[in-house]
């Protein structure tokens, strides 16, 4: 069983961007846990990272028949993207939408996602671990 984890824009600068906010840890400390994490829930895990739209629309449509289940932060394009929503429907492939803060006590324009109603789940304000309450989740209820 094949799980997704993509990150969007701006989260490959996780541990030196705004850490007050999004916290220490860089997204290979984050996605070597999660691959630990994978491997013990008997999973097996993809990770992408892509600051560009396009590239994200490409990779969900690649998942089309191998992935069974994404997990995906879209950082900013959470809030913007049209496309990406369309992907992650087009793909028909079940996913959690995580941020690591939590998005409802920030800015308005955080508070509008275009994944949301779409998604299995919404986690945010976990920190990192919303990404591991994700995986467990969709390994219990996906991926048996
Ligand atoms: C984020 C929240 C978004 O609003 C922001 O644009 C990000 C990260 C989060 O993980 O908290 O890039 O998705």
Redesign the pocket.
């Known amino acids: 069983r094949n799980l997704l984890i993509i990150n ?4 490959n600068l996780l541990g030196t961007r705004e850490p007050e ?2 916290g220490s840890h860089t997204l290979d400390d984050i996605n070597r846990e999660l691959a630990e994490t994978a491997a013990g829930l008997g999973a097996r895990c993809e990770f992408y990272q892509s600051n560009h739209e396009g590239d994200l629309v490409d990779r969900i449509q690649q998942a089309m028949g191998n992935i069974d289940f994404i997990i995906i ?4 394009y ?2 913007t993207s049209v496309a990406i929503r369309d992907a992650l429907a087009g793909v028909n492939i079940p996913f959690i939408e ?4 939590n ?1 409802h006590q ?1 800015e308005a324009f ?1 508070h509008h996602s275009y994944l949301s109603d779409k998604a299995v789940a919404v986690i ?1 304000g976990l920190g990192a671990y919303g990404y591991t309450a994700a995986m467990y989740y969709a390994a219990k209820h996906y991926l048996q």
Request: proline share 5%.
């Open positions: 969007g824009p701006n989260l906010i999004y932060n879209a950082g900013a959470t809030h995580v941020h690591i803060s998005v920030r955080r945010c």
